[in-house]
């Protein structure tokens, strides 16, 4: 009975990330980055929970078996900064689905991984991690012991920083408080189950975020466009509700409305999958021009919507020229059998406007009254 109490919880959190498993084999993209790393870090934070379920087991076996228990140790040690990297790479990838370490970067990375692994291939002849006393059959902690530990905390402080940095980024406010509490609350559960092992609650409480992370992500789908990756008229609505709900903090935002004039043509013309290419590309080199910078919204067939906080009127004119460069250059360097061509309107919010419906209203009118155009 004491040996069920002492593994419950694992046992369920366990059950959950094996149903979870099975779930979004199919659900998930994997082709993605974040499906794949997402897909990863439910194998292996499973792996991890079954070797705590084993090391329970095996200190309530009659016959002590002490390799098999510290090789399941070893094994489990092994994984702690590898599980932590991809948290760090899965957390990076949701804020921006397109986000590349820099290569030196990632390759510093890599140093505290394989550092780890040596140091526990090391600990299976030198008692350097840990060792289980044969006479009194008791857990003890080498010199390196926290070490694993040390090297998973260097992921999360680098996230930590990044999500701080990126704040503005992250959509909606909740994601956001979602992440920073994640990682301020595993640092506490660490280090309490470092001073109290039979407390086994951190890898519970990571298969807890994972669960959570995927009902924020299934409601992530429901809110962007399939084909542009770019958020869809779903999240454009709820965006909506929230600005008029905080019309006091929302007064620098700016809004580009793009409409693509020949999109029809090409769909005529040239064929409906020509046409999905340059949607894909148009959304491409928006995400480019505003350098991450602005929230690209597709609100129609052929009708792209970028929403900017805290920008004045000159940094608005600064994206404008870039936005218009970099088109610009793409349709005169590519040799694509269509060119980028389009109408657009652009606005700061001000007082003059009584609700965010009536300006982006105005925005649509004034676009199609603009003969901006790039030809």
Not at 160 to 170: E, G, Q, S, T
Request: net charge positive; proline share 2%; aromatic share 18%.
């Amino acid at each position: 009975m004491n040996l069920l109490l002492h593994i419950q919880v694992n046992l369920i959190s366990f059950f959950i990330l094996m149903i979870l498993i099975m779930y979004s084999r199919n659900k998930l993209n994997r082709i993605e980055n974040i499906g794949r790393v997402f897909f990863t870090l439910l194998i292996l934070t499973s792996f991890i929970l079954l070797c705590e379920i084993f090391n329970v087991f095996l200190d309530y076996y009659p016959i002590k078996l002490f390799f098999i228990h510290k090789l399941i140790n070893t094994f489990s040690f092994s994984l702690y900064p590898i599980v932590s990297y991809l948290l760090y790479k899965f957390i990076m990838l949701w804020i921006d689905k397109d986000y590349k370490c820099p290569i030196m970067l990632n390759k510093l990375f890599f140093i505290p991984i394989l550092f780890n692994i040596i140091i526990c291939l090391i600990n299976l002849r030198y008692k350097i991690l840990f060792y289980i006393d044969t006479v009194t059959y008791s857990y003890v902690q080498g010199k390196f012991f926290l070490s694993p530990f040390i090297l998973s905390s260097i992921y999360f402080i680098y996230t930590l920083a990044y999500i701080v940095k990126n704040k503005d980024r992250i959509l909606p406010i909740e994601l956001l408080i979602f992440f920073k509490s994640f990682i301020i609350i595993i640092f506490f559960l660490a280090i309490l189950q470092i001073n109290f092992p039979n407390y086994l609650i951190l890898w519970t409480f990571i298969s807890i975020f994972l669960a959570l992370s995927y009902l924020f992500m299934q409601s992530d789908l429901a809110e962007k466009d399939s084909l542009t990756d770019t958020f869809n008229k779903t999240f454009f609505y709820k965006y909506i509700n929230k600005l008029n709900k905080n019309k006091e903090s929302n007064q620098n935002l700016a809004a580009i409305k793009i409409n693509l004039i020949n999109l029809l043509i090409v769909n005529n013309k040239l064929g409906h999958a020509i046409g999905d290419e340059m949607l894909i590309n148009t959304a491409r080199l928006l995400k480019k021009s505003f350098l991450k910078k602005g929230i690209i919204i597709r609100t129609d067939i052929n009708e792209f919507l970028i929403l900017i906080h805290s920008v004045d009127k000159y940094e608005l004119d600064m994206l404008i020229f870039n936005m218009n460069k970099t088109i610009y250059l793409y349709n005169k360097r590519s040799n694509k059998p269509y060119k980028i061509k389009f109408n657009f309107s652009y606005a700061l919010y001000n007082n003059e406007f009584h609700t965010f419906d009536e300006f982006f209203d105005y925005l649509k009118i004034k676009m199609y009254e603009n003969n901006n155009s790039l030809i």
